[in-house]
């Protein structure tokens, strides 16, 4: 009997133990250290600066630093592959844009974006185009495709890395319009730009970094990758203008590593959401010429598989022809 009751008593203040200390990692103040946000291409793009201007907001709201890190490579794939080893616990966050999507459907990459990748936010969307040096000889897209028709292969074009939104639209573009051209894959959208500026290449495929060149009549805008015109370039056609019913999808968005407390989740939203809220970023925005979009972790999450599911029903189409 007496064993009984001490073996009962033991198992008691097991139990109150156990509880206890389940309760306190349950009620774990989050974070209790700097948070690590990842971006896989270079510094001062559309990639990046939005971002950078987000983590001192999220930071205050946190109490703990928002460190951005520049991790180049694989069209942003390098620094997603990272993430995906990383430990779930929030302290591991990455950039996600829509070439780390589509990559998966052109090439081997070292993550699955559906089932390794856990939503956080969408913080923006950006148009595309494709621009030229002031000084070329081309005017309009129809000049570059008859100058590319009749030099199969002396064309080539920068851009952000392999799998992104713009190396997939001048993919479909030379296969809808009938010529032969060669991508030039940067380490992001400056390098893309900087590349046709320094004449290394015939003409950038690329989000907005040119709008300050093209301003300033050092590039020229020959096409867009929008489903619309774009605002402050009325005169610019879109690809469906010119005929071709090609459109580039825009995801700027942040995620970690699959299997994120969902609270934790909710509390890195909730911190990138309070700075997307500031009239500061929406002026960054439009400076930049980016769209301002919000998709919650939910909604996020459902784009991604959304994108997916589409990106890979395009890639497919092109690789039967």
């Keep these: 009997m007496k064993k009984m009751i001490m073996m009962g008593l033991f198992l008691g203040s097991f139990f109150t133990v156990w509880m206890a200390t389940t309760l306190c990692i349950a009620q774990e103040k989050f974070p209790t250290k700097p948070i690590t946000l990842m971006v896989g291409f270079a510094a001062g793009g559309t990639g ?34 990272e993430l995906k080893n990383s430990k779930p616990d929030g302290y591991t966050i990455c950039f996600l844009s829509t070439g780390g999507v589509i990559s998966s459907h052109m090439r081997k990459i070292p993550y699955h974006p559906v089932k390794d990748l856990e939503a956080i936010i969408q913080h923006g ?39 992104t939104p713009q190396h997939l639209v001048m993919i479909q573009l030379a296969e809808a319009a009938g010529v032969e051209w060669t991508d030039v894959p940067m380490g992001g959208g400056v390098p893309a730009i900087t590349a046709l ?48 019913n090609i459109v580039a999808p825009s995801l700027y968005s ?68």
């Design 48 to 81: 990046d600066l939005p971002l950078r201007f987000l983590a001192e907001p999220a930071s205050k709201a946190l109490g703990q630093p928002v460190v951005v890190i520049n991790k180049v490579g694989g069209g942003g794939t390098v620094a997603l592959g």
């Design 125 to 163: 969307a950006s148009p595309y185009g494709l621009v030229v040096q002031s000084s070329s000889p081309f005017k309009t897209l129809k000049d570059l495709i008859a100058y590319a028709k009749a030099n199969p292969g002396k064309v080539n074009y920068s851009h952000a890395g392999a799998g």
């Design 197 to 244: 500026l320094g004449g290394h290449v015939t003409a950038a495929a690329q989000a907005t970094e040119w709008v300050p060149y093209v301003k300033s009549g050092q590039l020229r805008l020959l096409a867009l990758f929008t489903d619309k015109r774009m605002e402050g370039y009325p005169e610019i056609p879109t690809l469906v203008d010119l005929g071709y």
């Design 254 to 321: 942040v995620v970690g590593p699959r299997g994120i407390p969902k609270d934790r989740v909710k509390i890195l939203h909730d911190a990138l959401y309070k700075g997307m809220q500031l009239p500061e970023y929406k002026k960054l925005l439009a400076r930049l010429k980016m769209t301002y979009t919000h998709r919650n972790s939910q909604e996020h999450k459902k784009y991604i598989e959304e994108l997916y599911e589409s990106s890979g029903k395009v890639v497919a189409k092109i690789k039967k022809k």
